[in-house]
C-alpha cells in the first residue's frame, strides 16, 4: 500500500517561474519528511527536509511547505533553472525508521 | 567525505542464477539500507540495518533475498535465484542516526 502519493508524473515549467511539486501521504505517524532529485543514472540526493513541528522550511530557492491537517506537503522551487530538471522523489519516515517514497514527480524546465 | 560506494554499476544475469550487490556506507554511518527501484516506480526499501542488527526487513522477499551488514560496515545483498521481476536498480544508503540518507548510485541489474 503506497502511504506516500505523488500523482503528478511530470511537470514542465518555463525558466524563471515557480516549480510547485506535490506529495499526500496517509500515514499520521510520520513525522519526518524530504525531497529528493534524481538524475538518470545517478542515485537520489538529498534536497531539502522538515519535521512535523514545522510548517515550512526553506533553503535559497527551495521551499517545503507542511501542512499535516490535510497530510500534504508541497516543494516550491522559485525561480526554475533548466539545471532543476530532474525527477523529484518526496519521502516520510516515521522516527528511527527508513524512508517511504512516492513514484516521483518528473520536472522538465525549459528555457 | 566519501559517498556511498556500490558495486558493480551493472549486471546482467540469467533467470534462476545469482547475483550479488556490495555497499560500503558513508564511514561513521550507523545505518544502512537497501532499497529496489523497479522502473518508473520510487525506492522500495528491502532492508534497514542499525550497526549489523536488523531493524526492518519486513519487505524482503526473504526465498530468494538476503542480507548481510559485516562488523557493522559493508554490506551485501544477493538474489538466488533470480526471477524476471527482480529487475530493477538496487541502492544502498546510509544514515547517521536521526540523520537524512545519503544514497549510492546504485546497481542496475537486468535478469534474461
Known amino acids: 500500500d503506497q502511504q506516500v502519493k505523488q500523482n503528478s508524473p511530470s511537470l514542465s515549467v518555463q525558466e524563471g517561474r515557480i516549480s510547485i511539486l506535490n506529495c499526500d501521504y496517509t500515514n499520521s505517524m510520520f513525522d519526518y519528511f524530504l525531497w529528493y532529485k534524481k538524475y538518470p543514472a545517478e542515485g537520489p540526493t538529498f534536497l531539502i527536509s522538515i519535521s512535523s513541528i514545522k510548517d515550512k522550511n526553506e533553503d535559497g530557492r527551495f521551499t517545503v511547505f507542511l501542512n499535516k491537517s490535510a497530510k500534504h506537503l508541497s516543494l516550491h522551487i522559485v525561480p526554475s533553472q533548466p539545471g532543476d530538471s530532474a525527477v523529484y522523489f518526496c519521502a516520510a519516515s516515521e522516527a528511527g525508521y527508513a524512508l517511504n517514497f512516492g513514484k516521483g514527480t518528473s520536472l522538465l524546465v525549459t528555457p | 567525505e566519501a559517498g556511498v560506494a556500490q558495486s558493480p554499476r551493472y549486471k546482467i544475469i540469467e533467470k534462476r542464477q545469482s547475483v550479488a550487490f556490495w555497499c560500503n556506507p558513508i564511514s561513521g554511518h550507523a545505518t544502512l539500507y537497501w532499497y529496489q527501484q523497479i522502473l518508473g516506480q520510487g525506492p522500495k526499501l528491502l532492508i534497514q540495518?542499525?550497526?549489523?542488527?536488523?531493524?526492518?526487513d519486513s519487505q524482503l522477499p526473504k526465498d530468494r533475498f538476503s542480507a548481510e551488514r559485516l562488523k557493522g560496515v559493508d554490506s551485501t545483498l544477493k538474489i538466488q535465484p533470480a526471477k524476471l521481476e527482480d529487475s530493477a536498480v538496487y541502492l544502498c544508503?546510509?544514515?547517521?542516526?536521526?540523520?537524512?540518507?545519503?544514497f549510492g548510485q546504485g546497481t542496475r541489474l537486468t535478469v534474461v
Open positions: 544508503a546510509s544514515s547517521s542516526i536521526g540523520g537524512e540518507a545519503f
Open positions: 540495518f542499525q550497526n549489523n542488527g536488523v531493524v526492518d
